[in-house]
Structures are given as C-alpha cells and as structure tokens.
C-alpha cells in the first residue's frame, strides 16, 4: 500500500505519523478491539496512528480500551485512547485535535465499509499524479456503492438527504460517510466545528464545499454485519438533525476560517 508509506522519527519522538485513524468508541464493547485488531492488521508496518475516543459508554468499553491501550506492543502502528463527552461529534473532534497524521481518516467503531473507502482512495492516487484529493469520502450515496436499506430507513435517508441539500446547498452525496482528509486542512477547520452528534461531519463537508474544495466520493459495500444491527440513530435523531441543519446553516453565515495552504481539488 503505498498511501500510508512509512516515515519514522529515529529518536523514537512523538512524530507526525503518515495516518490517524479515529473511531468513536460508545457502548462499543462488541466490537472495538475487534475494529482495532482488524486495523492493525491491516496496516501492519505502515506509520499510523489508531485513536479510539470513548464517548459516555455504559457498558464495558472504558475497561476494554484502556486493556488494549496498557496491552499494546509499540511499532509503526500505535494506539491512543482519549476520553470525550458523550456524543459523535465530540468524539470526532477530540480525536482530530489530538491527530498527527499527514491524513485523517474519521471511521466508525464497527469499520462499516470494511476498508472499502482507503481501498478507493489508493485507486485515486493513481488518478491525481501520485496525490490523494484534499477530502475522501466513502459514501454510500455514490452510484456503484453497495447498501441494503429497509423502506423506512431508505425513505428517511432520502427525505434528509433532500432537505440537506436545499438548506445547505451542498453537492457532496454523502457527508456522513467515512471521511479522509489532509490532515493540515482538517485541524485547521475544527477550531470552527460545534456539532457534538452524528451532523460532525456534515458541518466539517460544509465548510469544506463553502471553500471551494470538491470533496471525491468513492464506493463502499456497508458489511452484512453493520447491515444487520438496529440503527443507533432514532426517528428523535432526524428531527433533530432537520432542525440543526437550520442552526448550522445560520452559524456559518458568513463563512469560517480556513487555515490550510496546501493543493485542493476545487470547483
């Protein structure tokens, strides 16, 4: 994988790494160390961080993370977990704050897309002479994704999709998909995020449109596994979000700062 090639620091230092991957850890105890073995694994040898942000969980995902951080064998793939207040959004945010990659991938705790979304990515590098686009999405709404839905979550999904794009304007499909994005460019807009919950991302691909970068999608297939559980996101949650989709809209009025020099896709 030549993506994530490695880069060490030779004193051993806290260096930037080549990768952060966040997951947001609430009541994961089922599936965080599988996620985070499944990670390792993967990227074995590579020069990336794993950060797992715990959120309010009541079940056993304090004792679960904090074994595997005091158990972790130190390497090219390393393991931070950090503590937040309950809440997706401030979850995402503690993680990217505390990032050091040259790219930051924000995930979920069960990996829905598999690596799907870093496999797209790869196949982009190829496509942009040897450079990964600003933003990375691996979205569910692109044409050759694979994703079973019931009536009722496909209307509710279509219905917010709608309004999201009359409210916002926005031209990404899919802002609440796996996002992998420069690293510089993602610590620079969190100072300007405020969502707590499940519209983090949203606001982070608004700003990101707003500065005339084009986020590229890419195709996942959501596992049978993901497929299978009962969402986590009630019919309280997409009023909820319908109504924040208002507040973000009035937050950002009169556009948030940028600071990021580097190279983007822009439309």
């Not at 947001?24 to 499944?38: D, F, G, K, L, M």
């Amino acid at each position: 994988m030549r993506l994530f090639g490695c880069s060490h620091d030779q004193k051993g230092a806290r260096a930037p790494k080549a990768l952060s991957i966040v997951v947001p850890a609430y009541n994961s105890a089922a599936v965080i160390e599988q996620t985070v073995h499944r990670v390792a694994e993967r990227l074995a040898g590579h020069d990336v961080e794993i950060i797992v942000v715990e959120n309010g969980s009541t079940d056993d995902t304090v004792a679960i993370c904090t074994r595997l951080a005091a158990d972790w064998t130190p390497g090219p793939v390393s393991l931070i977990v950090l503590r937040s207040d309950k809440g997706m959004g401030n979850a995402l945010r503690t993680g990217a704050e505390a990032s050091r990659g040259a790219h930051v991938l924000l995930t979920a705790d069960d990996l829905p897309f598999g690596f799907d979304d870093l496999d797209g990515a790869e196949k982009l590098v190829a496509g942009h002479d040897g450079r990964l686009p600003a933003v990375v999405i691996g979205s569910k709404a692109h044409p050759d994704s694979q994703v079973r839905r019931g009536a009722l979550r496909g209307t509710l999904t279509w219905g917010f999709a709608a309004l999201r794009r009359v409210v916002l304007g926005m031209r990404t499909g899919d802002p609440q998909g796996t996002v992998l994005m420069d690293g510089d460019l993602m610590r620079g807009l969190v100072p300007d995020l405020v969502e707590s919950g499940f519209l983090f991302t949203t606001e982070l691909v608004y700003l990101v449109e707003r500065a005339g970068i084009v986020p590229v999608e890419v195709p996942v297939r959501l596992s049978d596994d993901h497929d299978s559980h009962e969402t986590r996101i009630s019919r309280a949650d997409v009023l909820a979000m319908g109504v924040g989709l208002f507040r973000l809209r009035a937050r950002h009025r009169d556009g948030g700062r940028l600071a990021w020099s580097g190279s983007a896709s822009r439309g």
